[in-house]
């Protein structure tokens, strides 16, 4: 939480300067479901800015169960490229962070096992133009310590 807080006060400059409808810094939730290595799905708290042609980003993400052992607690920074001024635009991106798998925390030194991902993303921003319920959906991969996660989903921003 404490670096969705310290990312947002860091854009909230670059947002004042963006040439793009809104140009300001975006608070959405989302949901993804999650296949391979560690399957499941669950909610996210997500932060984006969006400038001419390059969307930066933040989420922390939960599964659906705290106590599973294979389920992935995740935390991501990321930045996409945008491919068009449309109002619906696609995008591709790639994200990176840390996940925490077995315990009920991200980095609470309890049971499980903390490590590094990258998240290679491709998706579509749509409703560009509207300064709320902009929308963004999206298939990417989670890749860290073992075989991958395939991960699609969708986030609503505010």
């Known amino acids: 939480m404490k670096l969705l807080a310290i990312l947002g006060l860091l854009m909230v400059p670059l947002a004042a300067r963006a040439g793009v409808p809104g140009g300001n810094v975006y608070l959405g939730v989302g949901a993804a479901g999650q296949l391979g290595n560690a399957a499941g799905g669950g ?68 049971p499980g096992r903390d490590f590094g991902v990258l998240a290679p993303e491709i998706g579509m921003l749509l409703f560009r133009q509207n300064r709320f319920g902009r929308v963004n959906a999206y298939a990417g991969a989670l890749v860290g310590e073992a075989h991958p996660s395939f991960v699609a989903g969708v986030r609503l921003f505010l």
């Open 43 to 110: 909610p996210s708290l997500d932060l984006a800015i969006e400038l001419p042609h390059l969307v930066l980003g933040a989420t922390l993400g939960a599964p659906l169960t705290a106590h599973s052992s294979s389920q992935q607690f995740i935390a991501l920074a990321r930045v996409a490229y945008v491919l068009s001024d449309a109002n619906h635009a696609p995008y591709v991106g790639l994200g990176f962070g840390t996940a925490h798998v077995g315990g009920v925390t991200l980095g609470d030194g309890g």
